[in-house]
């Protein structure tokens, strides 16, 4: 049991005066490439992390449902299984819960598709950095799915508990996310990443083997403040995109659905911002398909330069970068021995990725770090990858 594991433990020991019946883990995520085309019907590539959340839980017999989080602190948030049934999975109703709303809407959602829950408690502890953008949220939801599904011996699977995390974000908390990062967060697999159709949830493992290269994170420390307000606001203009796409002819169901023949059409059926919009969802998804191939072959260099790719379409088309995230990935670009760098999640703070050789990471860290101080003021955060095993990746 590692440190966080045992924080959580010891927590769930001293609010609720016994020991737990279970402890559980479920990772964070880092996307490789194919951002924000997981609601415009595109393929992503993420992996899951070995950095993550960690419950420790039991039962109750009396219904009464009680939730703690070493990261959060405070008194335990405090509902019951019947009133979760009762509740309407709405925002409104949960935002009284706090950070609970996560957790709590998954047992309602739960409950609402015929599951049988009754009450338990559980205490929290995260490894993840907070404000991050490496889905703690998904983490924690998927977790209390696996949580759930072990102490009241309920019958599920990955792809219905990506599914039920899925939605109590949306209806419970309110994020109108995709599906990429509930779902890798439940079925995630070590030392592999997952090409993802976010339309039909197909998918496919991808072994994760970057030779004599590693991984690095690289945590702007900014928070992502504007991520959820221009989030839900670049979703509306895909969907306002693709309208009057179709209205001039092309009926897509997606945006991700256009192939690269296809961009010319875009380019005169839209006016300028939404051309730009679209054509990011357009070559996004082309990209990341060509960066599994890479993958595949292990033609990492390729990877690099489609990540770079990537970066400059989120900045130009899509505009969810940054001044701190650009900064952090130029840094990077800039050092010898990075093959690709960029940002990853919703933008606007957050993390970036960067595929550096082994040999020259502890040069890359320094110049990056010193670099980034001296253009923004704030000083970064870098870490090595690895990847971890989610609690559904075997079934």
Known sequence: MNEYALRASDLFKTCFRKSPETVLFAPGRVNLIGEHVDYNGGRVMPCSLSLGTYAAAARRNDGVIRLVSVDMGG????TTSEELASLPCVPLSFARFGWAEYPLGVAAKLIEN???IGGFEMAVCGSLPRGSGLSSSASLEVLTCAVLKELFFIRLT???AALISLAAERDCAGVNCGVMDQFICAKGRKDHAMLLDTHTLSNEYLPFDLKDAELLIMNTNKPRRLAGSKYNERRAECEEALRLI?????????????TEEGLAFIEGALPETLR????????ENIRTLKAAEALKTGD???????????HDSLKNDYEVTGKELDSI???AR??????GARMTGAGFGGCAIAIVKKDAARSVIESVTARYKAETGLTCSIYTAKTGEAPFGKE
Do not use: P, W
């Open 276 to 283: 730009r919009r679209a054509r990011h969802a357009v070559t």
């Open 300 to 310: 990492i260099v390729t990877l690099g330069k489609l990540m770079n790719a990537s």
């Open 329 to 331: 990935v130029y840094a």
């Open 158 to 160: 990955g792809e219905q």
């Open 114 to 116: 015929g599951f049988c």
């Open 334 to 339: 800039d050092q010898e021995g990075v093959l």
């Open 246 to 258: 179709n209205a001039a002819g092309l009926d897509k169901k997606h945006l991700c659905d256009i």
């Open 75 to 78: 008194a335990a948030v405090e």
